[in-house]
């Protein structure tokens, strides 16, 4: 088993029958775990990658009903490089 975990942001916030398909969609085979973060309008799941994808959980989200806007990068970009201090005189 790969555990993976995906990052969406969402523009609604869900409604209960999303909520209630949110509910059906734990049972799906190879989702672990959904967290929701109301405050920043985000949905992590955690799934297995053997079995799914990030494109299949993204559809089983919209599914439900729930408004995906984007998926968030968990991994911090890459720090860019200084440049070189000008050379001293």
Do not use: S
């Not at 929701?36 to 994808?53: I, P, Q, S, W």
């Amino acid at each position: 088993m790969t555990q993976l975990e995906v990052l969406y942001r969402y523009d609604m916030h869900p409604t209960e029958t999303a909520m209630a398909g949110v509910g059906a969609m734990r049972q799906v085979y190879g989702v672990r775990k959904i967290q929701f973060d109301e405050a920043a309008k985000t949905v992590r799941v955690e799934y297995d990658a053997t079995r799914l994808n990030k494109a299949t959980v993204a559809q089983l989200l919209r599914r439900t009903g729930i408004d995906i806007v984007e998926e968030i990068p968990l991994a911090a970009p890459k720090p860019a490089e200084p440049e070189p201090a000008a050379a001293a005189k």
